[in-house]
């Protein structure tokens, strides 16, 4: 019996076949008001494009840098810094400053490193699995910052229970977590910086040299690259071992030519992306294509609806300078793990969230 539809896109994130939706999605309007929403959707390659592009399609709602939830709090200070969360002219030269300093990252090393840290740490079972497609990227970026092997496993713990504060799924508990996690990280990456222990060529170390222009939001943005590395990259990781799971002859080709790995990456993003939306505040009347949106609105920018185009990362201004890091982490762990999951029985469905698509496995088979 076929699946009912998705409600809307928040629950497509989630739902076991959402991409027949999105593509009826993105055959309509590129822009249209959801009344039951009571939002805007952007959806298909020109309706996110435009949106995203636009100027006065702002990250934030105007006036409202912090979530009222975490105003005061040390998430929320982190949240003001983070150059992903913020526009404006005050978080466009450290936003500049770390995408130099991704640009700069050898991925073929980085390749190498997380080959060598997932071949020490293969899954057994469904449970290591779970716990293994958020850790390992975590692993890969926090040696990447220039941390000690000893201090990875409590940075990981610590970004996952932070990244807690920016899901409104969360709970009172979760986010009592993120407040503890929040601190923590800080004070992790405030003791590197007054140290000066950030390892020689290591990323925070390039970082480094260019403090004054990062300012006071320095150890904050540290904080939103491991934060970022969590969920997307976890996404990508689980989605690829769906991919090698229900076509199985994409492992035989991946043996034959593992150079082939970067383009499998590429469409795993396209088909089935780690983040399926995003949103954007309308802080002027804005019109695209004679639709007006007016100032203050909240558009949905349906992004699993443009995956034909290769937008999972992102687009113009707004695109993930991390993409070839990510691409690179998620190739080494399934090249290290390849063999023990070809015959491991895994079932899977998504983990709870509005936007983006992380797998949870089980032990057994998917129907």
Known sequence: ??????????????????????????????LR???????????GAAGVRAVLAHPACRVRPQGLGVPHNLAGTPCGAIFAELVRMNDGERHAVPKQVLVRALG?????????????????????????????????????????????????????????????????LSNGEQLAGAQEAADALLQGFGHLLREGSARPGSLLASI?????????????????????????????LGNAVVALRTQPELLVQLRATPERWPAMLREVSRFDPSIHNTRRYTVQDVEFDDVRV??????????????????????????CPGQSI?????????????????????????????NARIPVFTQGENA
């Open 1 to 30: 019996m076929p699946l009912a539809d998705p409600a809307d896109p928040f629950s497509a994130v989630t739902h076991a076949a959402p991409y027949d939706y999105y593509r009826r999605l993105a055959d309509g309007p590129p």
């Open 33 to 43: 008001f959801d009344a039951a929403l009571d939002c805007w959707l952007a959806t």
């Open 104 to 168: 700069q990252v050898d991925v073929v090393r980085l390749q190498a490193q997380t080959l060598r840290l997932a071949s020490d740490r293969v899954p057994v079972g469904a449970a290591q699995l779970n716990e293994a497609i958020f850790q390992l990227p975590l692993f890969a970026m926090a040696d990447l910052l220039g941390f000690a092997p000893a201090q990875w496993p409590a940075l990981a713990a610590w970004t996952r229970a932070f990244v807690a504060c920016l899901s409104p």
């Open 208 to 236: 480094v040299t260019e403090t004054d222009a990062m300012g006071s939001g320095l150890p904050a943005n540290l904080v939103g690259l491991l934060s970022q590395t969590c969920d997307a990259t976890a996404g990508l």
């Open 294 to 319: 007016p100032a203050g609105q909240m558009i949905v920018v349906v992004l699993a609806s443009a995956s034909h185009a290769e937008l999972g990362f992102g687009h113009g201004r707004h695109v």
């Open 326 to 354: 990510a691409q690179a982490i998620v190739a080494a762990c399934l090249q290290a793990w390849a063999d023990g999951l070809e015959g491991m029985p895994l079932a899977w469905r998504s983990l709870p969230s509005l």
